[in-house]
């Protein structure tokens, strides 16, 4: 019930945060915008990974975009991994033209980098 | 003897000892030195008396002699444990001249806690004590605590029916504001909505438009239950304001400033927002919404996937309106993800558009009819979603 939603690791200037909960939704969101806001810190460059995430509802969805608009418009935000569901929900909400979306953490190090 | 001043034992006088012995002189000499020791003491002469003593004022610790005239110890140990009252905790210690396993063994099987051999030790009687003393506490703060979160349960579960009455009367008055299925100007229209949790976030509404048009939206506001459901109503109002300017642009907008106000919750919503002409024409504005579907009277399904972003997620110029011809007998489909993507078995928008196909020389009610059956039949328990329908159909 109280594990962690979030993994953080810093890769140089890049933050990284990894998705630990198999679910992004209502009853996830509230603890992944505090343990977000408290990894990030002034972090202006960010990988989120969700690899492990086989579901995010529309409040999740929120939340993932709150974490992207924490850096704009400076800062960079990146997204590994995301599945097939979160793909989808993606570009039925138009989401993926703003976003930036990479199918592997390490290629969206790369890019959060350049 | 620093480790038992340093462990956290309770003060000897808050726990109570009674002493059974028929040695006169053996039962003073020990009631004494307990006493000394500071705890409260209280002695009966044989097995009988000590059980009166017992159940008229229970004790704690119970420290008892083998043998004794009537009533043995064992016996007043068995007596005692069967009229140990539920929550009540009893240590008794067992004083025998025997030291042989088998003695020791009937007084353990028979609910001794501890052992003492006589002549007595007094300091092994001590540590007996002092152990009987930390288990009376600890016991007593188990006791409390359960009677705390018995209290916390009680408050919570009143909570609850509270808030559960509350959400009742809450989704009675938001039912009240869904329109009743009619003609309405150049449309017809019906609805399907089954919100997740009692109250949801989905919310749509068909008004008449100056000139003989009409105007509908379906929105889903992120999240569900009351605070989704509060967010939804208040926007209804501002969303019928393009009934009258017919601007969808500049509702939309509107809409998207007040959400994106609100930023402590990331609050936002899908929206699609439909004019129809008198001459079959419909403008349509869609932000995120799950494309609509446009089924032409002669057949054809259409999924109008152009649009933009959800509105009050990303402040970004909300999307431009497409413009299509609605000839009489075509019907649009306005719904929320929860449709396709609710149940244990989801209907998928390929189930969508079989559904549409199947019902197109139905009635709109009888589609409805259909949409709902198919729903029930998938949910295989509680929704995880709002699941709601609009069919707007041009009846000229």
Request: proline share 6%.
């Amino acid at each position: 019930m109280n594990a962690p939603v979030l993994a953080a690791e810093r890769h140089d200037e890049v933050a990284v945060l990894s998705v630990l909960a198999p679910r992004l939704d209502a009853s996830a969101a509230p603890r992944f915008r505090a343990e977000a806001s408290e990894a990030t810190g002034d972090a202006r460059r960010i990988v989120l990974d969700l690899a492990k995430v086989e579901f995010v509802d529309s409040t999740g969805l929120g939340a993932l975009i709150g974490l992207m608009k924490s850096v704009a418009p400076t800062g960079v935000f990146v997204l590994a991994g995301a599945g097939r569901q979160v793909t989808k929900l993606l570009s039925a909400t138009k989401l993926d033209r703003v976003l930036n979306m990479e199918p592997d953490l390490s290629q969206a190090l790369s890019r959060a980098r350049r | 003897m620093d480790w038992l001043r340093s462990s956290p034992l309770s003060r000897p006088s808050q726990v109570s000892v009674l002493v059974a012995d028929d040695d006169p002189i053996v039962r003073e000499l020990i009631a004494a030195q307990i006493e000394a020791l500071g705890y409260e003491v209280r002695t009966a002469e044989d097995g009988q008396a000590a059980a009166a003593a017992a159940l008229a004022n229970w004790p704690d610790v119970l420290v008892t002699d083998w043998s004794m005239p009537g009533m043995d110890g064992i016996e007043l140990i068995r007596h005692l444990r069967a009229h140990c009252a539920p929550g009540r905790y009893l240590h008794v210690i067992l004083m025998t001249t025997s030291s042989a396993a088998e003695a020791i063994g009937a007084g353990l099987a028979a609910g001794a806690d501890d052992y003492v051999p006589k002549p007595l030790d007094m300091m092994r009687l001590q540590l007996g004590l002092a152990s009987a003393g930390r288990l009376v506490q600890l016991q007593g703060q188990l006791q409390r605590k359960n009677q705390r979160l018995e209290r916390a349960h009680n408050r919570l579960r009143d909570a609850y029916r509270m808030t559960r009455r509350d959400l009742q009367a809450a989704a009675a008055s938001q039912r009240r504001l869904l329109p009743d299925p009619r003609q309405e100007g150049p449309i017809r229209f019906d609805w399907l909505c089954l919100p997740s949790n009692l109250i949801g976030g989905d919310l749509f509404d068909v008004a008449p438009r100056p000139g003989g048009g009409a105007f509908a939206f379906h929105i889903d506001v992120a999240g569900h239950g009351v605070p989704a459901a509060l967010r939804s109503t208040f926007l209804h109002d501002r969303l019928l304001r393009a009934a009258g300017s017919g601007d969808l642009r500049q509702t939309a907008t509107e809409i998207s400033d007040i959400l994106l106000e609100d930023a402590a919750d990331d609050s936002y919503c899908t929206a699609a927002l439909a004019l129809f002409d008198p001459q079959g024409v419909l403008t349509l504005l869609q932000a995120g919404h799950p494309a609509p579907r446009l089924l032409r009277r002669g057949g054809g399904i259409t999924a109008l996937e152009e649009g933009g972003l959800p509105l009050g997620l990303i402040d970004v110029p909300v999307p431009e309106p497409l413009t299509l011809a609605f000839e009489p007998g075509d019907r649009l489909f306005l719904y929320s993800d929860g449709l396709v993507d609710c149940g244990s078995e989801p209907l998928g928008e390929d189930g969508l558009d079989a559904l549409i196909e199947e019902s197109s020389a139905l009635e709109l009610s009888v589609v409805i009819d259909r949409f709902k059956a198919a729903m029930v039949e998938r949910k295989g328990g509680p929704l995880s979603d709002d699941v709601s329908l609009l069919v707007i159909e041009n009846s000229r």
